[in-house]
């Protein structure tokens, strides 16, 4: 999946979460409770193993367009996030072992505070992955 968001300036940071949650979970946990996501302002939920580069980390007041290639894969237990164009920052789940092929999951985009505002400009699934993470 690739992601590209636009971040607009709001009331706060601009910080984005996204990751996956476990299906019975979704109404009544905080996403980013699985411990199984990236989070642009701080490297402690989940996301946290760097293959390439540093941290992906917008900083605060964000603006501007930020994309992400995003690779899930349960049976693989493969969670991984790449920086786009240029795959010059890769990170992927700390430990493989939280994700369990046998529990449903969703994935999930969040928005942290009132007046933040980001816009998805493309979303796009893949069949299968090319080489370049």
Avoid at 20 to 45: F, I, P, T
Avoid at 49 to 71: C, L, V, W
Wanted: charged content about 25%; aromatic content about 10%; hydrophobic content about 30%.
């Amino acid at each position: 999946m690739q992601i590209e968001v636009e971040m607009k300036p709001g009331n706060s940071n601009n910080h984005f979460l996204f990751g996956l949650v476990k299906d019975e979970g979704k109404d009544n946990d905080y996403a980013s409770s699985s411990n199984m996501c990236y989070y642009d302002y701080s490297n402690n939920h989940g996301i946290t193993k760097y293959i390439k580069g540093n941290p992906m980390q917008s900083g605060s007041k964000a603006t501007g367009k930020h994309r992400f290639e995003i690779r899930i894969h349960l049976d693989k237990k493969l969670l991984r996030v790449a920086s786009l164009p240029d795959y010059s920052s890769i990170a992927e789940l700390d430990d493989p072992n939280k994700i369990n092929p046998k529990v449903n999951y969703r994935f999930f985009l969040a928005i942290l505070y009132k007046g933040d505002m980001i816009r998805i400009n493309n979303v796009s699934v893949v069949d299968k992955f090319d080489e370049k993470m």
